[in-house]
Nanobody, 118 residues
């Protein structure tokens, strides 16, 4: 089992940047696919990005390609989401998740709020 704690959210102007972090507990962090997903009120949770156990393979939603970068540091049990050129439509509660597939997750963090003002 793994526990996940996100940080780094906040309020930023359009065009700005934020870096989200997700710290994981547990000795098996490096065996999981790690993902970031987001949700706004009244909408379903949306896939944002994912990274495989080694960091050698990544996946991105079309809406964030070229602007967001997912990375991980297995020595620190941490996964990151660098978000550049932020847009108001990126405003959401961002969740970190762990699992064995790029689009299916077994463990979730509590979420960190990102708000992008126009």
């Amino acid at each position: 089992q793994v526990q996940l704690v996100e940080s780094g959210g906040g309020l930023v102007q359009a065009g700005g940047s934020l870096r989200l972090s997700c710290a994981a507990s547990g000795r098996t962090f490096s065996s999981y696919v790690m993902g970031w997903l987001r949700q706004t009120p009244g909408k379903e949770r949306e896939f944002v990005a994912a990274i495989n156990w080694s960091g050698g393979n990544t996946r991105y939603a079309d809406s964030v390609k070229g602007r967001f970068t997912i990375s991980r540091d297995n020595a620190k049990n941490t996964v990151y989401l660098q978000m550049n050129s932020l847009r108001p439509e990126d405003t959401a509660l961002y969740y970190c998740a762990a699992g064995y597939g790029y689009y299916n997750y077994d463990y979730w963090g509590q979420g960190t709020q990102v708000t992008v003002s126009s």
